[in-house]
């Protein structure tokens, strides 16, 4: 049930864009995403609902396929703050808890 | 900005010992949440909560854990005998409504020795 996140690390110069995808093997009823930096806790970035669409947050944006069941995450000229590892969490119809993947380490450089 | 508050940040607890950890929800929220992370690991799921009665709970919700809101705006996790597997950092989380972002608290390292 644990969605299936890639890559597991991605190193960047500034300036640069990167995609994490997220992908389920279930019918999903809302795809999120998060970021932790070192010894905090996770930070909502957004989150995407069935029906499949897509959101922005400044440069960070979303998409959600619901016929794949699949989710992508793009940073576009990316910052040092960015550096951190991203979660994607799924949510299936029946279920009140968000099962998260193993995390996509990310670190920019300058 | 409202914030779920955790307490202690860290404990340190003899194996075989209780622990409580407490949150403080933001106000207006519905739904809450407790998640472990062991250290360098994913964020796992350990019990949801809505409505003063727990919605849904993972295979490590065993009978060592139990969840409580006693007054209305704490809601705390008890481990009742705490063993070397249970150190990891817990993170307490809430939701205004289901189809909302989680607000995640600052976390409790627990440290069982």
């Known amino acids: 049930q644990q969605p299936v996140q890639s890559p597991q690390a991605v190193i960047l110069r500034e300036g640069e864009d990167a995609v994490i995808n997220c992908s389920s093997s279930?019918?999903?009823?809302?795809v999120h995403w998060y970021r932790q930096k070192h010894g905090e806790a996770p930070v909502f970035l957004m989150i995407l609902l069935k029906g499949g669409e897509q959101k922005g947050h400044e440069k960070i944006s979303a998409s959600f396929n619901e016929k794949k069941q699949q989710s992508s995450l793009y940073l576009t000229a990316s910052q040092l703050s960015y550096s951190g590892t991203y979660f994607c969490g799924t949510e299936i119809s029946s279920s009140y808890k968000l099962i998260f993947g193993s995390g996509t380490r990310l670190l920019v450089r300058p | 900005e409202p914030e779920v508050t955790q307490t202690p940040s860290h404990q340190v607890t003899q194996m075989g010992q209780e622990v409580i950890l407490r949150c403080v929800p933001i106000?207006?929220?519905?739904?809450f949440y407790w998640y472990r992370q062991i250290l360098g690991q994913k964020v796992e799921f350990l019990v949801s909560?809505?409505?003063?009665?727990?919605?849904?709970k993972s295979e490590i919700f065993d009978d060592q854990f139990s969840v409580e809101r006693p007054d209305g705006s704490n809601f705390t996790l008890k481990i009742r005998s705490t063993k070397l597997e249970d150190s990891a950092m817990y993170f307490c989380?809430?939701?205004?409504?289901?189809?909302?972002?989680?607000?995640f608290g600052s976390g409790t390292r627990l440290t069982v020795v």
């Open positions: 909560f809505y409505n003063n009665e727990i919605s849904e």
């Open positions: 989380a809430s939701s205004v409504i289901r189809e909302h972002g989680y607000t």
């Open positions: 106000s207006n929220h519905l739904y």
């Open positions: 279930k019918a999903l009823y809302s």
